[in-house]
């Protein structure tokens, strides 16, 4: 069974700058699309960045584009998210998850697309 866990969350300055580390263990399939998603209270689950494992393509929201990063490291088995020019905005709960894949269509962002899910973890932005 596929695990996820999430860790690197904390609290950071508006403008400043945090690394998410999303370790997967428990692989069935060869290769992943492992995304990044996010949910404040009182709002809907977004999608915030995606990536897929076997060809290291990269998918990003609208609200994160250019401030975000995804990348992974397939010798760690971990995927990360670089969050550069933090808001206010960027407030959330961060989950880290994983859709096995076995033909390569490309990664959604959207979160039913996703069968693993990690506990979350807290990213807090002051201003």
């Known amino acids: 069974q596929v695990q996820l866990v999430e860790s690197g969350g904390g609290s950071v300055q508006a403008g400043g700058s945090l690394r998410l580390s999303c370790g997967i263990s428990?692989?069935?399939?060869?290769?992943?699309?492992v995304g990044w998603f996010r949910q404040a209270p009182g709002q809907e689950r977004e999608g915030v960045a995606a990536i897929y494992t076997g060809s290291g393509n990269t998918y990003y929201g609208d609200s994160v584009k250019g401030r975000f990063t995804i990348s992974q490291d397939k010798v760690k088995n971990t995927v990360y998210l670089q969050m550069n020019s933090l808001k206010s905005e960027d407030n959330a709960m961060y989950y880290c998850?994983?859709?096995?894949?076995?033909?390569?269509?490309?990664?959604?962002?959207?979160?039913?697309?996703?069968?693993?899910w990690g506990q979350g973890t807290q990213v807090t932005v002051s201003s």
């Open positions: 998850a994983a859709r096995g894949v076995a033909w390569f269509t490309g990664c959604s962002l959207n979160s039913v697309d996703f069968g693993y």
């Open positions: 428990g692989y069935t399939y060869n290769k992943y699309c």
